[in-house]
């Protein structure tokens, strides 16, 4: 089974930027679509943003415009570069494959943005 490692989070005031990492191992995620999502206490969890294989990505609306996200196949990486950052952003980030059953839940990256 895949495990995904996600890193890059921290803390960070209103406006500035982060570039959160998700490395995979045990497996290729090339073949994959990927997806970052994000959860606060109290909240479900939502999907922020998402890539395909072949590189198109898909944006919630929240994030649309400040958030970009890409990924390096060749090293199994998926990235997401957050600009911008709001205090409504802060949650903790987690990437997936978005394919049942091919990955681990990871312990996802804390993101604080204090305003």
């Known amino acids: 089974q895949v495990r995904l490692m996600e890193s890059g989070g921290g803390s960070v005031q209103a406006g500035e930027s982060l570039r959160l990492s998700c490395s995979a191992s045990g497996g290729a995620v090339r073949m994959y679509a990927m997806g970052w999502s994000r959860q606060v206490p109290g909240m479900q969890r939502e999907l922020v943003a998402s890539?395909?294989?072949?590189?198109?990505?898909t944006y919630e609306d929240a994030v649309k415009g400040r958030f970009t996200i890409s990924r390096d196949g060749a090293n199994n990486l998926v990235y997401l570069q957050m600009n911008n950052l709001k205090p409504e952003d802060s949650a903790v980030y987690y990437c997936?494959?978005?394919?049942?059953?091919?990955?681990?839940w990871g312990q996802g990256t804390q993101v604080t943005v204090s305003s």
């Open positions: 997936a494959v978005l394919e049942k059953g091919v990955s681990s």
């Open positions: 890539i395909t294989p072949g590189g198109i990505p």
